[in-house]
């Protein structure tokens, strides 16, 4: 398997593509991650169209086992976030 693109490569990538500069297009990921942290932590989700949305969860208290010992320990209540793709990009990926 491929190693997965860096940030500046996407940058790049994204920058050639739409005939902005790089800074232009870091901007936008930056402003990107910082509207999606916005709209998780208010609305709970933060969609973006074609890829898929981010969707803040409780996750409940529950039993759970020590891999090393085998004891049961609990583990506590708290709150995820999940990633979630969107239907087009799952096919597109699958195919």
Not at 54 to 73: L, S, W
Not at 83 to 88: E, Q, T, V, W
């Amino acid at each position: 398997m491929a190693n997965p693109l860096s940030k500046s490569k996407i940058v790049s990538h994204l920058a050639e593509k739409t005939e902005l500069t790089k800074k232009q297009t870091s901007l936008f990921f930056d402003e990107l991650f910082k509207l999606a942290v916005k709209e998780c932590k208010s609305a709970g989700k933060f969609v973006i169209p074609g890829l898929g949305r981010a969707v803040k969860a409780h996750r409940a208290a529950r039993m759970g086992r020590n891999p090393a010992t085998g004891e049961a320990i609990k583990i506590k209540a708290k709150t995820v976030v999940r990633l979630r793709p969107a239907k087009a990009f799952k096919d597109a990926i699958l195919k």
